[in-house]
């Protein structure tokens, strides 16, 4: 079973939704890969670092709810094992952070680079806008943060990251995360465990049914 996700690195529910895969795959019969594919919620420039909540009471209707929403997935991601500090998140354009992760996949680092990106962004404040900021913890993963950075300066990986985004306006794709499994089936959203086991339970039967025929 191949499992293609599309998500964004600054979004929370794919935050969430990660974790709640790999807790599902961990006792889960037969053999599954994980491909991630990028997804932006938002391409608009972001000129300088802005705090995350002050980015989200603009664009949601004021502060007051912006702190609804951010406390909400905050508490459900504490009942994950997971932590946000909105209080330190900074917004940003991913584009490059897409990029930067494209890099590591190549160097067999993908999950590694999402993973130190994540926690960056919803743990640690970092501007996942900022090149020097990105080759740092790249280099904290064991890669050249020297290399990390001439790449950033170039459009390397441009390309990549924009078939990523155009396959998923083909597949019509409009929320993150969108698990994608063997080109056939689709969930969507960072769904509670039991019911994504159920469901990756369902597409496995499928599977090994249309396979015996």
């Not at 900021?133 to 790249?138: G, P, T």
């Not at 459009?155 to 990549?160: L, Q, R």
């Not at 994608?180 to 089936?185: A, E, G, N, P």
Request: charged share 20%.
């Amino acid at each position: 079973m191949n499992i293609e996700i599309w998500y964004d690195l600054v979004c929370p529910w794919c935050y969430l939704g990660k974790r709640r895969l790999e807790s599902v795959l961990v006792d889960f019969a037969g053999e599954v890969t994980m491909t991630f594919r990028a997804y932006q919620l938002d391409p608009a420039p972001v000129p300088a670092p802005l705090p995350i909540k002050q980015a989200m009471a603009t664009k949601v209707g004021g502060p007051e709810v912006a702190e609804q929403m951010l406390a909400h997935v905050t508490a459900i991601a504490r009942g994950e094992g997971l932590a946000i500090d909105y209080h330190r998140a900074i917004a940003a354009n991913t584009f490059d952070a897409h990029r930067l992760v494209s890099w590591a996949a190549a160097q067999e680092l993908q999950l590694n680079m999402i993973e130190t990106l994540q926690r960056a962004h919803f743990v640690e404040g970092v501007d996942l806008g900022s090149a020097a900021e990105l080759a740092r913890l790249a280099g904290s993963i064991g890669l050249d943060e020297q290399a990390a950075l001439a790449y950033l300066a170039t459009p390397a990986g441009t390309d990549s990251v924009n078939a990523d985004l155009a396959e998923a306006r083909e597949l019509d794709i409009t929320s993150v995360p969108t698990f994608v499994i063997d080109r056939k089936y689709v969930i969507q959203g960072a769904q509670e465990p039991a019911a994504l086991r159920s469901a990756l339970e369902e597409i496995a039967r499928r599977e090994a049914v249309d396979a015996a025929r």
